[in-house]
């Protein structure tokens, strides 16, 4: 399988493998390599897809994804299962047996602290008609369920393949390029804009009657309190009270 | 917008507003449809979708989808937005603006709390090629992005509908349904068993060396205890000693 895909970053414990069993839409297994590699997987096992292999419906779904070529898709189920130590059956059906249901974020969970100790955890899914067969779902530690609203309940394949990828991800922190990189203001560059704005609308009469002015000034400190200025939008906003007032004093002059 | 569909459980609040603004694919807004109702959700609005409405792609990919019929499908971007108190951008791009950066986790936690506070999240999803416009951006409180591999980050637009979805409902707990009728068994149905399995092995010479005998047994109960066994899987498996000893009898007899 190949791992040049940028998914092991440095300290990344390799994810689950995903086994797609006898899946029938070529899109479906496309859009779910596509998924997978969006979210770091790399082990994807499709067994028997009913088009067979390769697939070019596949191929176009999977958007370049680089596990259209390093998935293992064969005719031998337990090639298929190779070194998974602990299976998962994804099912939407009760199949009253006797074993641990999970939510994804459950089964999930347990899955990183198995990978952590060394297990290789497969999730199984099932085709789109039919679902796992129940000889699968007995060899599996345990039922994983999503959350679905029971009167509209079937949930695409590749949908099932992408909630459960992003749920490998989904406590991760935000990125660190998101971060916006200026200074936030601190608390004196902030008080002095208030002033500057509360200076400025007491020059224009806005506190009346004035034994409210405490309540109003408060009022309005509030909502830059809550919206976490930076240094550079406290001079944004101390240049529009400046423009506001000239341009005030300007319409005055226009209109006197 | 309907809520015949039995998103609304009694009890449950209804889900935050998704709202995408110029989807290209029809096939990608029926698949939004399709998700959205399998976790619940029902307030779907589509900002100027590419190819017009209706469109014959996202009826069939909808499946069925209640949304298909009541989404709210608009050229106005106002009211797209209608009723919406909190706007979320999902984009997979930073865009240098100074806003809290959260996962789908973050901000769907944080959406939740709105909602039972009486307020009305949207979650704004852009178009496949270009994402959201910055003036969509600025105009929300916060961006969310999805913790996607940086070497293969385009996720497709119903993915990423479909993963917020999940999130909404990721925190349930598994369905009763699902749950075993069956009775576990209870410590002394499970050290009978022990006890049956034990003897039967020891009259078939298994405990070798001798003093080996307690780690053996304490081996193989750790097996049973990790199972975790019903009732009448402690009778199943009796059964299945019985069996074995019967067997080996009668084999023994054959040879001897």
Redesign the interface.
């Known amino acids: 399988m190949s791992s040049s895909?940028?998914?092991h970053a440095p300290g990344r414990v390799a994810g689950p493998a995903f086994v797609l069993i006898n899946p029938q839409m070529g899109e479906n297994i496309g859009?779910a390599m596509?998924?997978m590699?969006?979210?770091?997987l790399d082990d994807l096992r499709v067994f028997a897809p009913r088009d067979g292999w390769p697939n070019e419906r596949a191929e176009a779904m999977s958007?370049?994804?680089?596990l259209y070529a390093s998935a293992r898709v064969t005719d031998d189920l337990e090639q298929a299962l190779e070194g998974c130590t602990v299976l998962y059956a994804t099912t939407a059906r009760?199949r009253?047996?006797?074993?641990p249901?999970?939510?994804?974020?459950?089964a999930m969970s347990e899955a990183r602290g198995l990978i952590e100790a060394g297990q290789r955890p497969g999730f199984l899914f099932g085709a789109e008609k039919s679902g796992l067969p129940n000889e699968l779902v007995a060899r599996s530690r345990a039922?994983l369920?999503?959350?679905?609203?029971?009167?509209?309940?079937?949930?695409?394949l590749?949908?099932a393949v992408?909630?459960l990828a992003?749920?490998w991800?989904?406590?991760?922190?935000?990125?660190e390029?998101?971060?916006?990189?200026?200074e936030p203001a601190d608390a004196v560059q902030l008080v002095r804009m208030y002033e500057h704005f509360e200076d400025e609308l007491e020059r224009a009469g806005f506190f009346f009657p004035p034994e409210k002015k405490p309540l109003m000034t408060q009022n309005l400190r509030n909502i830059f309190a809550r919206a976490g200025l930076?240094e550079?939008?406290v001079r944004t906003f101390r240049g529009a009270i400046k423009a506001l007032t000239i341009g005030r004093g300007k319409a005055r002059i226009a209109r006197d």
Do not use: C, Y
């Open positions: 895909d940028g998914a859009a596509r998924v590699a969006n979210f770091g958007a370049g994804s680089p009760p009253g047996m006797v074993k249901v999970m939510t994804a974020r459950e039922i369920t999503l959350p679905v609203n029971p009167q509209f309940a079937s949930l695409n590749s949908m992408g909630v992003h749920e991800r989904a406590g991760d922190p935000a990125p390029e998101f971060k916006p990189l200026e930076t550079q939008e």
